[in-house]
């Protein structure tokens, strides 16, 4: 007798047929219908054509208006460097220290300078009164004890520049030295920024400039920040680029925790367009795909893939999937399952 070895898609399909026929039947030998879907209730509306704000995304940066480059008023090597970069400090506080051993030399000269003309002029005005010497040598000497007085006091002023504080309230947003390192006047060792008070800047054609004017809301979109925020064109220059032929546009911003440098994008507004609109709470993930609910005439709702677009006011763009007149599911579409049957 010859045995037959059954390879493994034989196997398989075995194994298929046994499975079918289990399943197929209850125990009597009789078909099984397949379960109907549940009924879930949910809100079901109609889908229709809007009109919606169509922008012009321009690629902008923030900008601080008040961003300060402290500079030591005195050369000299930085003995401290007192705040780190993102620290807050208030106006006068201090910012770094200049080693002021020359300053204080100086200074300490000029002061016993000063003491022996003013002790000069004192004998000499005692003099004059007396009418010992004459009005020039009297004026003279007046002169020589005004410059003294002068010289003091720029020495003493030099020294005091040895310790830099900072002009305005903000955030130490660079720092541009280290202790040891040489300062020089009009170079600068810490920038302090203001981040009350941002700025976007953007530049844009002809074409966008002759849609938008002074006072105009235009929603911005910062690089880690969610959703548009609110701004307010606040100058626009009046010459393009000679090189790109753009214009600059600069937009007032207000929002905290917001930092020069960021991108963004300024969304500005140069048209209407129809668009289909459905509530963001429609939208579900089934298996990690994005979609909806159909509900189609006997009530049952089908998940459906749809491409999505921008939100506008809590409603999401649907650029392709759905069509106009359908029916979703806009509340309740959480709990849905294809082929459930819909109760509104």
């Known amino acids: 007798m010859r045995t037959t070895t059954m390879n493994k898609w034989q196997i398989g399909l075995l194994a298929g047929v046994l499975l079918g026929s289990l399943t197929g039947c209850d125990g009597g030998g009789q078909t099984q219908q397949a379960a109907p879907g549940k009924t879930v209730q949910a809100a079901i509306g109609v889908v229709q054509a809007s009109r919606v704000a169509e922008h012009y995304a321009a690629p902008a940066t923030l900008v601080a208006l008040e961003s300060v480059p402290v500079a030591s008023r005195i050369m000299g090597y930085i003995r401290a460097i007192d705040v780190v970069e993102g620290q807050t400090v208030k106006a006068g506080e201090r910012l770094f220290t200049i080693d002021a051993t020359d300053a204080r030399s100086q200074a300490d000269q000029a002061n016993a300078a000063l003491a022996d003309a003013k002790a000069n002029f004192e004998r000499y005005a005692n003099l004059y009164k007396d009418e010992a010497i004459s009005r020039q040598q009297y004026e003279k000497m007046k002169l020589a004890y005004d410059q003294a007085r002068a010289a003091a006091e720029a020495a003493n002023n030099q020294l005091r520049y040895a310790v830099v504080v900072s002009p305005i309230a903000g955030v130490v947003t660079q720092k541009l030295g280290n202790a040891g390192s040489l300062a020089t006047p009009g170079q600068p060792v810490v920038v302090v920024e203001n981040p009350a008070r941002l700025q976007v800047q953007t530049q844009v054609g002809e074409e966008v400039l002759r849609k938008i004017k002074l006072g105009d ?120 399952e294809s082929g459930d049957r819909v109760q509104g």
């Open 217 to 336: 809301v235009v929603p911005v979109e910062v690089d880690g920040v969610s959703g548009a925020i609110e701004a307010r064109v606040a100058r626009i220059s009046p010459a393009a680029d000679p090189v790109s032929r753009t214009f600059l546009v600069k937009l007032d911003i207000a929002a905290p925790g917001l930092r020069s440098g960021l991108f963004a994008r300024a969304l500005f507004k140069v048209g209407e367009r129809d668009a289909l609109l459905v509530p963001k709470a429609a939208l579900v993930e089934r298996a990690g795909i994005t979609g909806l609910f159909v509900v189609d005439a006997q009530g049952v709702a089908h998940f459906r893939m749809v491409r999505t677009g921008a939100e506008h006011n809590g409603a999401v763009e649907i650029q392709a999937g759905l069509s106009a007149g359908e029916r979703i599911a806009v509340g309740g579409a959480d709990k849905l």
